[in-house]
């Protein structure tokens, strides 16, 4: 007989049906109750067993984490809180797992634990709920993008250059370390290495899909990053996943009014197609609220901040207005920031951006016209403003609890701006010549973003640490498994 999944077992009402479950074993029972999970759904389906047909040995075997297959009759069940029930006749085990050795117990573990056992953590309901939501925004990102007549362009994993001029590469190489090939000025010989030259992973597609957009118009990009950058935050990964727009014959404004519409439809639908898992993950916010002292605790509901987002225009300001309101701010009664706001000039700190975002205007925000100074060279410069300071048509999206979701602009598509630019910050005119032709043929305004997925899991489940929303994080000192 085929095996049918408890999520179909749990809806169904086809009473007296022989079924079949295969699953692993939450918990077992007064010698009678089995939970089975399969993964299909967040809810168990619990399987009766008879203890005098079924056998002492076999009942001792029924721990947490084992893996079983049960068949039997589907039959209304009596119990409270669930429809349907298995009376089994047939149970077979599958994989036994030692109780005395099985990290997870049916109980609750701290996510901190859970982190050191990610290769287990899938069978928690919480990291099933986390990682069902990432599969459907995942699917959900196509989707738009694909309704939209977008192409979906792989970009290189191992590149040649640094797209966001920022130094924070993992290197790429096959040359021995204990034995270093050098030039005779003592420089390393990169002619002995793979590529016959430096290369590293990739830190965006941002460059590569640009040439694709001067083709195709719109394409995307949505693949793994990485950045070398020493954060050890809540919010940043060396690895993590990045969806990457470009757009010919968009501007800034167009950019900014994809992005928002980006953002709410997968929101939208992670409402639609998750509601369990969101109702699991919302209670379990809720819960954890409880436990913090009356005066630390917010009220913070997860599907109603979902709704909120959707159902608000995103606000818009250029970076100039924003260090305005900063500067007229109180963050609170007695102190100002922990890192004050310097002149015109200086980059945001995360607690200004949260500042902004959580109690000025309290809904995402999306910044734009940036320092030129403090931007990627790629961005395009808007003429300089009254007091002769220089801005490029640069947007980031902030979200509350989260800071930067996204991080785009409008490109820089006349030549002569873009190689000066380059000069003046020291890149190498001939590391990237490739590049330089799509402004060299056929060059158009064009406009990209790059929207951090792991942020948006975040933002999305509630979860506040991103190690929690990518099955195997990537952080300093932390690649196991
Ligand atoms: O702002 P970033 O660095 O922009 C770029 O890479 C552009 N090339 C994108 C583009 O215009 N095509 O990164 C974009 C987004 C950030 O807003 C953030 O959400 C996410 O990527 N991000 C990270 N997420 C997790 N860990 C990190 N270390 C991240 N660095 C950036
Ligand atoms: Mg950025």
Redesign the pocket.
Do not use: C, K, N, Y
């Given at each position: 007989m085929k095996r049918t999944k408890i999520k179909d077992l749990l809806s169904s009402t086809e009473f007296g049906r022989q079924v079949v479950v295969k699953g692993w074993v939450k918990t077992f029972r007064n010698d009678r109750f089995i939970a089975i999970n399969d993964g299909s759904t967040l809810n168990n389906i619990q399987a009766v067993v008879d203890f005098e047909h079924t056998g002492e040995a076999l009942l001792k075997r029924l721990t947490t984490g084992a893996a079983v297959s049960v068949t039997g009759e589907l039959v209304e069940s009596l119990g409270k809180g669930q429809r349907v029930e298995v009376k089994v006749t047939e149970l077979e085990i599958l994989g036994d797992s030692d109780a005395e050795k099985f990290p997870l117990q049916p109980k609750k573990h701290s996510l901190e634990f859970l982190r050191e056992i990610a290769h287990l953590r899938f069978r928690t309901n919480t990291f099933n709920a986390v990682f069902k939501i990432r599969h459907h925004l995942a699917f959900a990102v196509h989707q738009f993008f694909y309704s939209k007549g977008f192409v979906y362009m792989h970009t290189p994993v191992i590149t040649g250059s640094d797209?966001?001029g920022a130094g924070e590469m993992f290197r790429v190489s096959t040359i021995d370390f204990d034995n270093i090939p050098r030039n005779e000025d003592g420089t390393v010989d990169y002619t002995a290495d793979f590529f016959g030259k430096p290369t590293n992973l990739t830190?965006?597609?941002?460059l590569e899909?640009e040439l694709a957009a001067m083709a195709f118009s719109d394409i995307y990009t949505f693949g793994p990053?990485f950045?070398a950058?020493n954060?050890n935050t809540t919010?940043?990964?060396?690895e993590?996943w990045?969806i990457?727009p470009?757009m010919a014959f968009y501007d800034i404004r167009d950019n900014m009014d994809l992005a928002e519409e980006l953002l709410k439809y997968v929101i939208k639908t992670a409402l639609e197609n998750c509601p369990d898992e969101l109702e699991f993950l919302r209670n379990r916010l809720l819960e954890e609220e409880k436990s913090k002292p009356q005066n630390e605790r917010s009220d913070l509901d997860l599907i109603a901040k979902l709704n909120f987002c959707l159902e608000n225009e995103f606000e818009r300001l250029t970076y100039t207005e924003a260090v305005e309101v900063l500067r007229n701010s109180k963050p609170n009664q007695k102190k100002q920031f922990k890192y004050p706001i310097e002149g015109w000039g200086a980059d945001l700190q995360s607690e200004h951006e949260r500042y902004l975002v959580e109690k000025h205007y309290k809904k995402p925000v999306i910044l734009t016209d940036y320092p030129a100074d403090i931007k990627?060279f790629y961005m395009r410069l808007n003429d300089p403003d009254a007091q002769g300071r220089r801005t490029v048509r640069a947007m980031?999206i902030l979200f509350p609890g989260i800071g930067?979701?996204?991080?785009?602009?409008q490109r820089e598509e006349r030549y002569d701006h873009l190689v000066g630019r380059m000069d003046e910050i020291g890149i190498p005119r001939h590391e990237m010549d490739w590049y330089l032709d799509t402004r060299r043929f056929g060059s158009v305004p064009h406009s990209?973003?790059?929207?951090?997925f792991?942020?948006l899991v975040l933002f999305v489940t509630g979860m506040t640490n991103?190690r929690d929303v990518i099955p195997f994080p990537r952080t300093p000192k932390n690649a196991e498994f």
């Open positions: 797209a966001e830190v965006s597609g941002q899909g990053t950045r950058e954060s919010r940043h990964l060396a993590f990045m990457e470009e990627s980031d930067e979701i996204v991080g785009g602009s990209g973003f790059g929207l951090g792991e942020r991103i």
